[in-house]
């Protein structure tokens, strides 16, 4: 069953995104007008989907701010908000703090602290168990922490080890009804394998870019470009009722963004 999503938080890209982290030199930097236009079309893929959107003013201290994704974990029973790893981007759930307190009330907001470190790239909800990446953005205290405060909610998180890769949804996304696409070392992923997923699907690698997708109510929003991910995106689609939207993501690919990363969905 669908997650039932309404709002979703975004944050302009700010000029200063041409500066983002990347570890893709080799794709160039983000064109800053594209990068523009690819938002705005994200946005409208989110409207599509049935959320009313949150757009925050671009923050041009932060070149990698659009990626709000990495400043909290949005639950059913309230937000976690994150400490991410790279000291240029501490600021950046602290700013999202405000925001976060116009939809949850004060026991509905817990925090990660230092030493602790988790980025919400790190995070896949499967129902009310949370599937967490141990990489170099979200490290063994942060997800002690988090744990901790999904327990106090009712609900379970466990660890899966990160090597190759930026975030644990780099990798590959849950997208409801049982089906999971995964790519590169999530093949082999024994935290994926015990049967509690219907489908694993087996991105090829040069698709793996588009293994990363977000399922929102009766929409599935991926990357244009991937259609081996498309056709079985459509097929799960065809039997669970969703239709796919496909967005250009060439600019936020270049600084280690993708679907996800660009939202904060709830």
């Known amino acids: 069953m669908a997650s039932n ?61 659009v990626f709000v994704e990495d400043t909290a974990v949005v639950t059913p029973k309230g937000a976690i908000i994150d400490l991410p790893a790279t000291a240029s981007r501490h600021d950046e759930a602290a700013l999202m703090e405000p925001t976060l307190r116009e939809f949850f009330a004060d026991d509905q907001i817990r925090r990660i602290e230092a030493p602790g470190t988790l980025e919400g790239g790190d995070v896949m909800m499967v129902d009310d168990h949370y599937y967490v990446g141990r990489s170099k953005r979200t490290n063994d205290e942060g997800f002690r922490q988090f744990a901790s405060h999904l327990a106090a909610w ?16 780099t990798g590959g996304t849950y997208v409801e009804d049982g089906n999971l696409l995964v790519s590169g070392e999530f093949r082999t992923a024994r935290a994926y394998r ?19 997708c977000v399922r929102i109510n009766d929409k599935v929003i991926m990357a244009a470009g991937y259609p081996v991910v498309q056709a079985q995106l ?6 669970y009722g969703y239709d796919v939207i496909t967005v250009e993501m060439s600019e936020f690919r270049k600084i280690d963004g993708s679907i996800t990363c660009l939202s904060l969905r709830f």
């Open 5 to 65: 999503f309404t709002h979703a938080i975004v944050r302009r890209p700010a000029r200063s995104v041409i500066d983002g982290i990347t570890t893709s030199p080799e794709l160039g930097r983000p064109e800053y007008g594209r990068a523009l236009a690819q938002h705005d079309a994200y946005v409208g893929a989110l409207q599509e989907a049935g959320l009313e959107v949150t757009v925050l003013p671009a923050l041009e201290a932060y070149p990698d701010s």
């Open 154 to 169: 009712g609900m379970t998180a466990e660890q899966v080890p990160v090597e190759h890769i930026l975030h644990l949804k």
């Open 194 to 212: 015990r049967g509690q997923f219907a489908q694993v699907f087996e991105v090829p690698d040069e698709e793996a870019y588009g293994a990363d």
């Open 234 to 239: 459509e097929a799960w689609g065809r039997r």
